[in-house]
Each structure stands twice: as C-alpha cells, then as structure tokens.
Nanobody, 122 residues
Framework: QVQLAESGGGLVQPGGSQSLSCVASGTFFRLNAMGWYRQAPGKERELVASITRSDITYYEDSVKGRFTISRDNAKSTAYLQMNSLKPEDTAVYYC????????????????WGQGTQVTVSS
C-alpha cells in the first residue's frame, strides 16, 4: 500500500521560513510528478507548486520567487522550501504524487498526504 507522509509545518512569523517534506512509502514502480497543494479555510484547494521526475517545476503566481520545490528520487521525497511567508500563506498544505505502481502499466495513480498546517502569524 502506497502512502504519502508529510512533515514540517507549524507556526511561523510573517517574513519567516518553513520547510515541508513528503515521503512516499510502499511498493511501486516509479514516482512521477509530485506537487504541493494548499487549502485555506473557506477556499478551494489550489496547486502551489509541482515538479516532474526530471525536475521541471511549476509555481503558482503568488509564491513565485518565495517558494522552492525540489525532490530526491532516491529517497522518494519531495520538499517545499517556503521563504518570506505571508499571513495569506496560512493553509493546510497537502502533498500529491502521481505514482506508477506496476512496470507493465503506464497508468499513474493519484495519492494524497494527510495534510500539514502552516500558520503565518505574529
């Protein structure tokens, strides 16, 4: 059974930094694209950043220049480094991964972590 486990998060002051990690565990053939989403109270979940297996990245406009997504394929881990945090970054952050379970099938399955709270407040 494949699982995603997030770590990091917590309370940080405006202008501060926070780092999130997401580890994929279980049996699978290949970990493909990974991404970080967030959901603030009363708002829909939105994509913050994503990274392909070959390190092509995407950032939502409001986090460009402040957040950096990276991954370590050997460790099946994705990271999100968040700098210059603002109160509007407050949300539950979710890790997402597109995982190819079997070598004989090119189908990716969609997995989510349980979410981790990031609160930016003084």
């Amino acid at each position: 059974q494949v699982q995603l486990a997030e770590s990091g998060g917590g309370l940080v002051q405006p202008g501060g930094s926070q780092s999130l990690s997401c580890v994929a565990s279980g049996t699978f053939f290949r970990l493909n694209a990974m991404g970080w989403y967030r959901q603030a109270p009363g708002k829909e979940r939105e994509l913050v950043a994503s990274i392909t297996r070959s390190d092509i990245t995407y950032y939502e406009d409001s986090v460009k220049g402040r957040f950096t997504i990276s991954r370590d394929n050997a460790k099946s881990t994705a990271y999100l480094q968040m700098n210059s945090l603002k109160p509007e970054d407050t949300a539950v952050y979710y890790c997402n991964a597109q995982i190819r379970i079997y070598a004989y099938s090119t189908t990716n399955r969609d997995y989510w972590g349980q979410g981790t709270q990031v609160t930016v407040s003084s």
